[in-house]
């Protein structure tokens, strides 16, 4: 029964280069999306133009914990959806986590030295582990947690932190990126553990966030984990086929009134 569920899903999800494949597609103005699939890569790109006003970037509350990316999409009417930070076995992020404006308070305690991707409104910036955030800055409403670093300065990491069997072999991977200006936002979600798609190694995954055009970027959780969400369905596929529910996501969404001035 699990092998049939997991053809089952393998026909939802989609398999091969569609039509189109490696050119930008609108989703929504703002918001384009591209797969590359070449070469043994078949990664999974959404580009957002953060000067648009309609566009809001949100991040999982701690109420929401645990979703798959599709149910974290659905709830939220995202037109665009990643999973967020590494985990431990009760689905609690492992660096700093917010959502709804909230710190989450069960991780407040626990909380590792990661990179994190603040976000609030259309603004988004990404925070060093050398100088490590433990309380979010006040434009924030929303934050995940990843490691480590990929892009710095504009140039790919060289001496990547990390185990031979986490950095330098290949697995599913999810990224995000932003431009110099920090007014272009690029997620990324590169498939892998397949016969003809093994993944990327961290350095890989440098490399395609510098030619997509990031200037600072950072790897997220990846393996089962790593899922898209576009317009309406999961455009990759997971490496167990199926959706793993996951601790928090970051998301695009459309809105049809400005939102209100933040209380600081």
Not at 46 to 75: K, N, W, Y
Not at 100 to 111: C, K, L, N
Not at 115 to 122: C, F, I, L, T
Not at 236 to 248: D, G, H, K, Y
Request: net charge negative; hydrophobic share 40%; proline share 8%.
């Amino acid at each position: 029964m699990r092998h049939l569920h997991k053809i089952v899903c393998l026909l939802a999800f989609g398999s091969g280069s569609p039509a189109g494949a490696d050119a930008w597609h609108p989703v929504v103005p703002g918001v384009e999306y591209r797969q590359i699939a070449r070469d043994g890569v078949d990664a999974h790109v959404v580009r957002v133009d953060l000067s648009r006003p309609e566009l809001r970037i949100v991040a999982t509350s701690e109420a929401e914990r645990g979703l798959t990316v599709t149910e974290f999409a659905s709830r939220s009417g995202a037109v665009v959806a990643i999973n967020g930070d590494y985990f431990d076995l009760e689905l609690r992020p492992i660096g700093l986590a917010m959502g709804d404006g909230r710190v989450w308070a069960e991780a407040i305690e626990s909380i590792r030295r990661q990179e994190v991707v603040g976000v609030g409104g259309r603004r988004v910036q990404i925070f060093p582990r050398l100088e490590p955030l433990r309380t979010p800055e006040p434009w924030m409403s929303g934050a995940v947690s990843g490691w480590p670093t990929v892009v710095e300065d504009c140039e790919p990491v060289e001496r990547l932190p990390g185990s031979d069997h986490f950095t330098r072999a290949p697995h599913p991977r999810t990224a995000v990126g932003l431009s110099a200006d920090q007014q272009v936002l690029y997620l990324v979600v590169a498939d892998g553990r397949r016969e003809d798609v093994p993944g990327l190694t961290l350095p890989e995954l440098a490399r395609l966030m510098d030619d997509l055009g990031a200037c600072t970027a950072v790897n997220l959780d990846g393996g089962g984990s790593s899922a898209m969400w576009v317009r309406d369905r999961i455009v990759n596929q997971p490496s167990e086929l199926i959706e793993r529910p996951v601790a928090n996501h970051l998301a695009i969404l459309v809105v049809t009134e400005p939102a209100p001035p933040r209380e600081d």
